[in-house]
């Protein structure tokens, strides 16, 4: 009994949704096995190292791992599921796209997205955007399981020393190519780990007024997010989009600001700790699950949350 | 070129969803049921590259129950050239659904398979991906936009930290995000058109797939409800409540 659990990395640092899948692994079982698949990765292999939870690092180096593609990784995930009675990721892009791949090889029925592990074959997961929760026992001999990043804490980053292997390169795909990635830099904290989130809705009316959201979360700390409608209307970028198929946040604080509360939106961030709604139409579902909800236009109301912010002695970061 | 497209019949995703007493499920006597919202970008685009003149004919596929045949019809109206329904009752899971579209695309030979990435009900986002192992073809997933090149596809993925372009060889799979395109409604003329389109009935044990679940779902419960906010008058009041009260700030 063990556990595969696949790192993602940029070949320089190990992204943050690892540290919190391999603390759901270690829930399943102590001995968490981590794969680091990547090219010129040796900071990334040494950094998960140190992560106590993890018992042992696969770390394979190879210029077929420089970008990451699903038909690339696969064979060598299969070639090292026979020791292995769970393979796990998050489920993130990075996961979705890659464990069915790895699941269907092995003739696996896959259990994604769990929000709970609640003994080693069985699990919680939200269905229906979280409209309501399964309990899924899985009978595959290999469990393939993908994990709610935000619903498990990050796993510690240092204090552990396990043994680093060096693996075999897997078989080479031509199947696909990678050509580019266009990453949006921000010194924003991640929308999916920060404190504060503060997100915009159709009602925002456009990109430029954005930078009212920009200001609060400037002086928050906070990640900006941002409703479908949002995104649709080219008024920010996809990365920001929170909800049944963009992203599930769990923030202390979540500011929508000018979000009807559609169900697919409320997917995403119905779970953080405090919710408030800013929305003029008082009916607006989203006030259905604000914590404190204020019926206000926000071209007025923004400014003077500013304003009321920069009164304040201290705020939390 | 010839693309087969993978549609599922869901819950409409306007239905507030409302789970049964005894645990079993969710309620889906008399709900409104719908497309898979992405299949319909799925159809959508093959249709819009079929009226481009880059490929000859669009084949819908849907694996449920009898009633998923209106799902197929829909697909139709929009444009699709012929159906295809596989009859399986009860919960049938990704894995199962790749192998009968597996048996599909060796029937069919087709060099694409498009779907929406991921089905609003059980929201597993499997399927594309799977049936891609299996067939060993490229899968382009989560794809915000397709170029058609001449013995591949250059596809646009929408991914965590904004968007990624790969390449994939032709035959291939790519499963669509909402926003691939807008999908057209079918016109009157067209939905009566499409009642005289075929639609090819087979069933699971047809095509040899073993459609028995692998996942045994223990209880399907309701998510724990919010408390019931407050209404605050002011901008300043909010400020003190999450100052003093919520002490988030």
């Given at each position: 009994?063990?556990?595969?659990?696949?790192?993602?990395h940029?070949?320089k640092?190990?992204?943050?949704?690892?540290?919190n899948?391999?603390?759901?692994?270690?829930?399943v079982n102590?001995?968490?096995?981590?794969?680091v698949?990547?090219?010129?990765?040796?900071s990334?292999?040494?950094?998960?190292?140190?992560?106590?939870?993890v018992?042992?690092?696969?770390?394979?180096?190879?210029?077929l791992?420089?970008?990451?593609?699903?038909?690339?990784?696969?064979?060598?995930?299969i070639?090292l599921?026979?020791?292995?009675?769970?393979?796990m990721?998050?489920?993130?892009?990075?996961?979705?796209n890659l464990?069915p791949?790895v699941?269907?090889?092995l003739d696996?029925?896959?259990?994604?997205d769990?929000?709970?592990?609640?003994?080693?074959?069985?699990?919680l997961?939200?269905?229906?955007?979280?409209?309501?929760?399964?309990?899924?026992?899985?009978?595959?001999?290999?469990?393939?399981?993908?994990?709610r990043?935000?619903?498990?804490?990050?796993?510690?980053?240092?204090g552990g020393?396990?043994?680093?292997l060096n693996g075999?390169?897997?078989?080479?795909?031509?199947?696909?190519?990678?050509?580019?990635?266009?990453?949006?830099?921000?010194?924003?904290?991640?929308?999916g780990?920060?404190?504060?989130?503060?997100?915009?809705?159709?009602?925002?009316?456009s990109?430029?007024?954005?930078?009212?959201?920009?200001?609060?979360?400037d002086?928050?700390n906070?990640?900006?997010?941002?409703s479908?409608a949002?995104?649709?209307?080219?008024?920010?970028t996809?990365?920001h989009?929170?909800g049944?198929?963009?992203?599930?946040v769990?923030?202390?604080l979540?500011?929508?600001?000018g979000?009807?509360?559609?169900?697919?939106?409320?997917?995403?961030?119905?779970?953080?700790?405090?919710i408030?709604?800013?929305?003029?139409?008082?009916?607006?579902?989203?006030?259905?699950v604000?914590?404190?909800?204020?019926?206000?236009?926000?071209?007025?109301?923004?400014?003077?949350?500013?304003?009321?912010?920069?009164?304040l002695?201290?705020?939390?970061? | 070129m010839?693309?087969l497209?993978?549609?599922?019949?869901?819950i409409?995703?306007n239905?507030?969803?409302?789970?049964?007493?005894?645990?079993?499920?969710?309620?889906?006597?008399?709900?409104?049921?719908?497309?898979?919202?992405?299949?319909?970008?799925?159809?959508?685009?093959a249709?819009k590259?079929?009226?481009?003149?880059?490929?000859?004919?669009v084949?819908a596929?849907?694996?449920?129950?009898?009633?998923a045949?209106?799902t197929?019809r829909k697909?139709?109206?929009?444009?699709?050239?012929?159906?295809?329904?596989?009859?399986?009752?009860?919960?049938?899971e990704?894995?199962?659904v790749?192998?009968i579209?597996?048996?599909?695309?060796?029937?069919e030979?087709?060099?694409?398979?498009?779907?929406?990435k991921?089905?609003?009900?059980?929201d597993?986002?499997?399927t594309?991906?799977?049936?891609?192992?299996?067939?060993?073809?490229?899968?382009?997933?989560?794809a915000s936009?397709?170029n058609v090149?001449?013995?591949s596809?250059e596809?646009?993925?929408?991914?965590d930290?904004g968007?990624?372009?790969?390449?994939?060889?032709?035959?291939?799979?790519?499963?669509?995000?909402l926003?691939?395109n807008?999908p057209?409604?079918?016109?009157l003329?067209n939905?009566?058109?499409?009642k005289?389109?075929?639609?090819?009935q087979?069933?699971a044990?047809?095509?040899?797939?073993?459609?028995?679940?692998?996942?045994?779902?223990?209880?399907?419960?309701?998510?724990p409800k919010?408390?019931?906010?407050?209404?605050?008058a002011?901008?300043?009041?909010?400020v003190?409540k999450?100052k003093n009260?919520a002490k988030?700030?």
């Amino acid at each position: 009994m063990s556990v595969l659990l696949i790192a993602e990395h940029n070949n320089k640092e190990l992204k943050p949704f690892t540290l919190n899948a391999i603390s759901a692994a270690s829930k399943v079982n102590e001995e968490v096995h981590v794969l680091v698949l990547g090219s010129n990765s040796d900071s990334v292999a040494k950094a998960v190292s140190e992560i106590p939870n993890v018992k042992k690092v696969i770390h394979i180096n190879n210029p077929l791992y420089e970008n990451y593609l699903a038909e690339n990784y696969t064979s060598v995930i299969i070639r090292l599921s026979k020791d292995y009675s769970h393979i796990m990721c998050s489920a993130n892009t990075f996961g979705k796209n890659l464990m069915p791949r790895v699941a269907a090889l092995l003739d696996i029925s896959q259990v994604s997205d769990i929000t709970k592990v609640i003994s080693e074959d069985t699990f919680l997961r939200p269905i229906y955007a979280g409209n309501a929760f399964a309990t899924v026992k899985s009978s595959d001999k290999i469990k393939c399981v993908t994990i709610r990043p935000t619903s498990f804490d990050p796993a510690p980053t240092s204090g552990g020393a396990a043994e680093i292997l060096n693996g075999e390169v897997g078989d080479s795909s031509d199947l696909s190519k990678f050509i580019k990635k266009e990453e949006i830099k921000s010194d924003r904290p991640e929308l999916g780990t920060a404190r504060v989130v503060i997100s915009g809705g159709r009602g925002m009316q456009s990109g430029e007024n954005f930078k009212l959201i920009t200001a609060v979360a400037d002086k928050l700390n906070a990640a900006i997010g941002a409703s479908r409608a949002a995104v649709d209307a080219g008024y920010i970028t996809n990365d920001h989009q929170v909800g049944q198929t963009g992203k599930v946040v769990v923030p202390d604080l979540y500011i929508a600001v000018g979000i009807s509360g559609a169900i697919q939106h409320l997917a995403g961030m119905k779970e953080s700790k405090v919710i408030v709604a800013i929305n003029k139409d008082g009916e607006a579902p989203i006030f259905s699950v604000a914590d404190y909800g204020l019926e206000a236009d926000l071209f007025d109301a923004l400014p003077k949350f500013l304003e009321e912010l920069n009164k304040l002695n201290t705020i939390q970061k | 070129m010839k693309i087969l497209v993978a549609v599922k019949r869901v819950i409409d995703y306007n239905v507030q969803i409302r789970v049964k007493e005894d645990g079993s499920g969710v309620v889906t006597d008399n709900v409104k049921m719908s497309t898979n919202p992405p299949d319909d970008n799925a159809i959508e685009e093959a249709v819009k590259i079929k009226e481009s003149g880059k490929a000859k004919e669009v084949i819908a596929v849907s694996v449920g129950e009898e009633k998923a045949q209106d799902t197929v019809r829909k697909a139709l109206a929009v444009g699709a050239d012929r159906g295809i329904l596989v009859k399986v009752d009860g919960i049938v899971e990704p894995l199962a659904v790749s192998k009968i579209l597996q048996k599909i695309v060796e029937k069919e030979k087709p060099d694409l398979v498009f779907m929406g990435k991921q089905a609003i009900d059980d929201d597993c986002n499997q399927t594309g991906q799977m049936l891609a192992a299996l067939l060993n073809w490229p899968q382009a997933t989560f794809a915000s936009k397709i170029n058609v090149k001449d013995k591949s596809l250059e596809v646009t993925r929408e991914v965590d930290e904004g968007l990624e372009t790969i390449e994939v060889n032709v035959p291939a799979i790519v499963t669509c995000d909402l926003r691939l395109n807008e999908p057209r409604y079918a016109s009157l003329p067209n939905i009566m058109k499409a009642k005289k389109k075929p639609i090819e009935q087979l069933s699971a044990s047809d095509l040899g797939v073993d459609t028995k679940p692998r996942i045994e779902q223990i209880k399907v419960e309701e998510p724990p409800k919010r408390k019931a906010g407050i209404k605050v008058a002011s901008v300043e009041e909010l400020v003190q409540k999450l100052k003093n009260e919520a002490k988030v700030i």
